[in-house]
């Protein structure tokens, strides 16, 4: 089985290309094959260089009958995760419909074809359109974010009056479906909040978000549901955004290696959709990775850190030095086997002579 592999050397979307391409030249033979591979990677890449997400969509649907009928349905959904994911690169609403329109017009073609994996495909498209409010719920959070910072020390009574907009950010964090990272926790008047008997628990679903897993927000959902649907969180929404912080934390391991298993159990989801999870996390930015299917591994190179405190600071310093010892290791190797040839060709020129 082959299976879309997206590293931190290239762009998912990239290897999407490269890998359909590949399929669709497979029986052109390598002289025929390896010229049109290189021509559509240069041709994506040059689409992306230049921002026209529209053409990249068209590119990377032009083997889509052939990839359709070739590869396994965990695969495919895959291959147009990465592929619905354009859509929301486009900083035009309007360009964003027309690709939504062409990915729709292309998996509805054949539609008595692996109907339940289309209709997937369709509905996970439809929730990555950005509404007007996904970009108004991120202008919200930056404001309220810089308002909330202006508390700092204050006496309780000037930070009360903060109490309202620090829940309201809170929630506006948790709803944003692309926001993983805040320092909310460090903030005053929102810290206030921890001890509040009316707003604590908002404060223990920040703490969730930001420094726990997807069991804790299971079950703090079981026991304040009517709490969140008063937040005007929706269950699913937050079932997702946990799942990618779950899954970006365990990355955040020292090892750098999740084993499939591991993830299913995190995640609660089926062996299936392990994959399927980690190219999201990749798509999303919040780790670069790569899939070793044979020991059933991921292996992370990078992963996206929800708060920067003092651990966080000194996991960074042991990395740097690592990378100064090793770049120290590299140069006295350069340097030695400089002056072993440099001593060859002297005793060289001595025979000659």
Known sequence: MTTILPTSEEDPALSVVRFTSELSWADAGPEVAEPQVSRLCTEAQECM????????????????????????????????????NVVTKSESPDEALEMAKLISAKITQQPSDKPALRLKILFNLYNLLENPYSRLAKESFKFLSKYLATFSGEDAYILSEAKEEAVRTIVEFVKAPDLFQCDLLDMPAVGQLEKDAKHALAYQLLQIFLTQRLDAYVE??????????????????CMTKMRLISLVDL?????????????????QINDEKVELWVVKAITAKLMDCKMDQMNQMVIVSRCTERVFEHQQWLTLRSKLATWRGNVANVISTIRANRIAEDGSQAVQGLVIR
């Not at 068209?58 to 895959?78: F, G, H, N, Q, W």
């Not at 703090?220 to 929404?237: C, I, M, P, R």
């Open 49 to 84: 260089v230049r921002a026209r997400w529209f053409d990249l969509v068209s590119l990377m649907l032009t083997s889509a009958d052939v990839i359709l009928s070739k590869v396994s349905e965990k695969d495919l959904e895959c291959i147009f995760t990465v592929i619905c």
């Open 220 to 237: 703090f959902q079981d026991a304040n549901s009517t709490l969140l649907k008063g937040y005007g969180l929706v269950h699913e929404d």
């Open 251 to 267: 990355g955040s391991d020292d090892s750098g290696r999740i084993p499939y298993s591991l993830i299913r159990d995190t995640l």
